[in-house]
């Protein structure tokens, strides 16, 4: 894993793309959220939830391997030094 | 508490360097219906809230933040290379003369954000109209906002926002059905 500083055309390219991938999964996740905030007995809708809770957890793992990590305050892993600054902030990219 | 995640909720990509369009984003940052009154409404509502409808207020106060770091990111996009001559040109001189090309919670016409923007009735048909008519009044906003822009990639991001107006909008109205249906029930003790 490189600091951000030193990504090549070819990093920035694959970080977009999971990115977006990561985007476009968390994205069905809030609007089913707010969907069986209101609708809590819909179990179809609650099965394809849980499906993408498990799409969007394997697609962070495999981007924080590559990026760094996702989240502060403990809920990613770290390699030395501690990464949590490397990986650009959502405002610069 | 609240867990960063370092990612947008939607990309946000904008074509050129723009100051005068990043002034009249500015309204939906520190405007009276911008997504920083919406977050803190909510947000603030949500502890007087009936059990039924906590949920549906959290999440979406918890939505807006991401709304406020999107149009911030439009916003920081659109002026980070303007000189002190194109900000003063797209008329944030007075911007300029108070924070630099820093961002500041402030409307289109250079009203600072205050809470009396928002409000907390304690009576949730209240709180909940009120919701309702601040995510319209948004979504007409953004409409606005696309008007007046002809960047692509910026009428992307704000078409995706209006959207958000919508569905929060139409979730409130289902809070209010739950409520109303809950008091006309016929409860047995």
């Known amino acids: 894993m490189k600091p951000g500083s030193e990504w090549k055309d070819a990093d920035w390219k694959a970080y977009r793309e999971l990115m977006r991938e990561i985007q476009e999964t968390d994205f069905v996740l809030v609007e089913l959220n ?6 809590p007995e819909d179990q179809a809708a609650i099965a394809q939830f849980n499906q993408y809770v498990q799409k969007s957890m394997a697609l962070k793992h495999r981007f924080q391997t590559m990026f760094g990590p996702l989240y502060g305050f403990g809920n990613s892993f770290s390699p030395a030094p501690f990464a949590w600054k490397e990986a650009p902030w959502p405002w610069q990219v | 508490m609240w867990i960063y995640e370092k990612k947008l909720q939607y990309p946000v990509r904008v074509s050129k360097c723009d100051p005068r369009m990043a002034k009249f984003l500015i309204e939906q940052y520190g405007g009276a219906d911008g997504e920083l009154s919406a977050a803190l409404r909510y947000l603030n509502q949500r502890y007087t809230l009936p059990e039924k409808v906590i949920a549906i207020v959290n999440d979406i106060g918890t939505e807006e933040l991401a ?10 996009k659109l002026t980070k290379d303007a000189t002190p001559e194109q900000m003063e040109a797209a008329g944030l001189g007075a911007h300029y003369a108070n924070h630099d090309n820093a961002l500041f919670y402030h409307n289109a016409a250079g009203v600072p954000w205050s809470a009396m923007f928002i409000q907390a009735k304690g009576d949730p048909i209240a709180d909940l109209y009120e919701d309702i008519a601040a995510e319209e009044k948004a979504r007409a906003t953004y409409q606005w906002l696309i008007n007046m822009t002809d960047d692509p990639d910026l009428k992307d991001s704000l078409t995706f926002l209006r959207e958000r107006e919508i569905v929060h909008s139409q979730r409130f109205r289902e809070a209010v059905e739950i409520l109303k249906a809950d008091q006309t029930a016929k409860k047995f003790f």
């Open chain 1, 34 to 39: 707010l969907y069986l905030d209101t609708h």
């Open chain 2, 67 to 76: 709304h406020l770091e999107m149009i911030a990111t439009m916003v920081y």
